[in-house]
C-alpha cells in the first residue's frame, strides 16, 4: 500500500512538474504582451479536450489599468459565424427547415429571383448573392459609420439579378450575406430575436454562460475596450452592428468550452461535430481555396508542416483580433483574443508549436535547396512573357524575364515575386513561408494554385494601351435601379475615372476593348456594353459581385 501511495504521489509531482514547465513555455511565446498599462490578449490551449492553458496579458482599459483575465470578454467577429450556422443545423434537426427549403419561404421580402437559392445554399456559399462588402463600398459607406443588422437585409434585398445559378459556383465573398440571411431565418421561425434564441438554445445548453450576441451598443460587464495602436493609443469603437458574422461577445473561459465540445459527447455534440464538412456544390464537388478547404462552420482545413489538417480562421474588427487554430490530427486547439489592433495568429500559431514541434515533418519554411529546379535558357523562359488575365476574380498579372530570372507581378499592386522552374511550363513561387503557390503555363494561358487548390485559370491577352482607349466614348453618368446609385465617368490625368459625390476620384487601366480595372474592391473589374457600337452601359464584374449593371444616361 505504501509503495503504491509513493508511486501515485510521484506521478502527481512529474505531472504537476511537466505542467509548470509547459506553462513557461507558453508563457514565453507570450511575454512580448505582457504589459501593466497596454492593451493586449488572452491565449488558450486545449489537447484531446482538456484544458492545459489559460492566461490574460495587458490590460483590457488602459484607463482603469484593469488586467486581461479569462473572464474578460472580446468581440471575436468572424468566429461567430460557426456558431450561426450551428443554429440552422439545430433548427433542421428538430425538423422546423429543410435544407431544400427555398430561403423565401421565411422571408418573403426577398425578391423572387430567377432561380431559387435553397437554405443549403446559404451553408454552402453558392448562392449566388452580392458580397455585402463591395456593396457597401458602392453605398460610401465608411468603415466608421454605424451598419445596423436592418441597414444589411436592406442592401441584400435590393439585389434583383444573381451572379450565377445557386449550388454551381462557389464565392467566399459572399459570406457575410448569407450568415446575415441565416439570422433572418432563425428569427422568422423562432418567432424571437436571434439574441435570445442563440442564449437559450446554444449558449445555456453549451454552459458558455458568459457569451453572447448583441448589437445594442451598450457596455458590457468586464469587456475588453478596442485600441488602434499607432504613435499613441486610441479607441477604436465597432459601428458594424450586425449579427450572425460578428458582434458576438465572449471570454476565453467560455470559448475553451466550445473547442472541448469538439471531443465530448455531451448536448449539442454531435451537431457541434458536423461543422467540421465541408462545404460543397449541389455536384457534390468542395471549395478548395488558396487558403484550404471550407468547412461548414466557416473555418478553413489545410495541410501544416506535413501534419494531414489544420483548421482556422480570423476575425478582426474595430480593435478586437480573434485567431484559432484547430491541429486535428493531434486533437489541439490553440487561440487568442485581443483588444490591440492585432492579427493575432502568430500568438496563437506559435502556442501550438510549443506542442507541435517534434511533429512537424517539414519546415517553417520551404527549405528551397532542396528542390531540384531546372535550368532554362532566356529563350525557354521569354516564351512565357506578357499579359495574363484571370477574368472571373477580376485580376491582372505580368509575367517577365528581368536579370535571367522569370518574374510575376499583379499589376493592381505592382508585387514582384521570382518564379523558380520546376519544369518547362511550371513554376514554383520563391516566397518566404511555407505557402507553395504553382504556376503551369498552358497554350495562351496560365493556371494558378496554393495550397492545393482550385486551379485559377489566366487568359494570355493584348493589353491595350492607354493611349489607344478613346476615353470620350465612355464618358458619361452612369445609374443602377437596383441600388439607386449614379456614377460619373470622366477623365483625369489621361486616365478614365469614376467620381460620385462622396468619394476622391478612381482611376481606371484598360485591360482589353471595353474593360477595365481599377485598385479598389468594388470596381476591380468594369466590363462596358455597347449597342450599334455605342456604349450603353456597364457591368461590374468582381469576385463577389457579378452582373451588376448601370445604364448610361448621358
Not at 502527481?12 to 511537466?18: D, E, G, K, L, P
Not at 512580448?32 to 482599459?61: H, Q, R
Not at 464565392?171 to 440571411?181: A, G, Q
Request: charge should be neutral; aromatic fraction near 12%.
Amino acid at each position: 500500500m505504501r509503495q503504491l501511495l509513493i508511486l501515485f504521489l510521484s506521478i502527481s509531482i512529474s505531472a504537476f512538474s511537466q505542467n509548470k514547465l509547459l506553462e513557461k513555455k507558453f508563457d514565453s511565446v507570450l511575454s512580448d504582451y505582457k504589459s501593466d498599462d497596454k492593451p493586449g490578449i488572452v491565449a488558450g490551449v486545449i489537447e484531446n479536450g482538456k484544458l492545459l492553458y489559460l492566461k490574460g496579458f495587458g490590460v483590457e482599459n488602459i484607463e482603469t489599468k484593469q488586467l486581461i483575465t479569462p473572464q474578460t470578454k472580446f468581440q471575436v467577429d468572424h468566429l461567430a459565424k460557426q456558431f450561426t450556422v450551428l443554429s440552422i443545423l439545430l433548427l433542421e434537426e428538430e425538423g422546423k427547415l429543410s435544407f431544400e427549403d427555398d430561403i423565401r419561404k421565411y422571408l418573403p421580402n426577398l425578391p423572387k429571383y430567377q432561380h431559387i437559392i435553397k437554405v443549403k445554399h446559404l451553408l454552402n456559399h453558392t448562392s449566388g448573392l452580392h458580397c455585402l462588402i463591395p456593396l457597401k463600398e458602392l453605398l460610401n459607406i465608411r468603415q466608421n459609420d454605424v451598419f445596423t443588422q436592418q441597414d444589411a437585409v436592406k442592401i441584400i434585398s435590393a439585389q434583383q439579378k444573381l451572379n450565377f445559378k445557386p449550388g454551381t459556383e462557389f464565392s467566399y465573398h459572399t459570406s457575410d450575406t448569407e450568415v446575415i440571411l441565416m439570422v433572418e431565418i432563425v428569427k422568422s421561425i423562432s418567432n424571437t430575436s436571434f439574441e435570445e434564441f442563440t442564449k437559450k438554445r446554444v449558449f445555456e445548453p453549451l454552459e458558455m454562460n458568459n457569451t453572447s450576441f448583441n448589437s445594442s451598443r451598450k457596455m458590457l460587464n468586464n469587456l475588453a475596450k478596442s485600441y488602434t495602436i499607432r504613435e499613441k493609443t486610441t479607441f477604436n469603437p465597432v459601428n458594424d452592428l450586425t449579427l450572425g458574422v460578428s458582434n458576438l461577445y465572449t471570454t476565453a473561459e467560455d470559448f475553451a468550452k466550445w473547442f472541448q465540445m469538439f471531443y465530448a459527447d455531451k448536448t449539442l455534440s454531435s451537431l457541434v461535430k458536423k461543422l467540421d464538412a465541408y462545404v460543397t456544390l449541389d455536384s457534390g464537388k468542395e471549395y478548395n481555396s488558396t487558403w484550404g478547404k471550407l468547412a461548414l462552420g466557416r473555418y478553413f482545413d489545410h495541410p501544416e508542416r506535413g501534419l494531414p489538417k489544420m483548421s482556422w480562421q480570423y476575425g478582426l474588427i474595430g480593435g478586437y483580433g480573434a485567431n484559432f487554430f484547430r491541429y486535428q490530427s493531434h486533437n489541439l486547439v490553440t487561440f487568442v483574443f485581443g483588444n490591440n489592433n492585432r492579427y493575432n495568429g502568430m500568438p496563437a500559431g506559435n502556442l501550438g508549436n510549443v506542442l507541435m514541434e517534434k511533429e512537424y515533418t517539414e519546415p517553417i519554411e520551404i527549405d528551397y535547396s532542396k528542390i531540384a529546379f531546372k535550368q532554362l535558357s532566356a529563350k525557354q523562359l521569354k516564351k512565357h512573357e506578357g499579359i495574363y488575365w484571370d477574368k472571373t476574380n477580376s485580376l491582372v498579372r505580368e509575367i517577365y524575364l528581368k536579370n535571367d530570372t522569370l518574374r510575376c507581378k499583379l499589376l493592381s499592386n505592382n508585387r514582384e515575386t521570382s518564379l523558380l522552374a520546376l519544369g518547362e511550363n511550371k513554376f514554383q513561387f520563391y516566397l518566404r513561408g511555407d505557402t507553395e503557390i504553382i504556376l503551369t503555363f498552358k497554350d495562351n494561358s496560365l493556371e494558378f494554385s496554393s495550397l492545393n487548390s482550385d486551379v485559377s485559370n489566366y487568359d494570355k491577352i493584348n493589353l491595350i494601351d492607354e493611349s489607344e482607349v478613346k476615353k470620350s466614348e465612355y464618358v458619361g453618368t452612369y445609374y443602377n435601379k437596383e441600388f439607386d446609385v449614379i456614377l460619373h465617368f470622366g477623365v483625369k490625368e489621361n486616365l478614365l475615372s469614376l467620381s460620385n459625390f462622396k468619394t476622391n476620384p478612381i482611376k481606371f487601366f484598360p485591360i482589353v476593348k471595353d474593360a477595365f480595372r481599377s485598385n479598389t474592391y468594388i470596381y476591380s473589374g468594369v466590363q462596358f456594353t455597347r449597342k450599334d457600337n455605342l456604349v450603353e452601359g456597364f457591368n461590374i464584374n468582381t469576385d463577389g459581385v457579378k452582373n451588376l449593371y448601370f445604364e448610361k444616361l448621358i
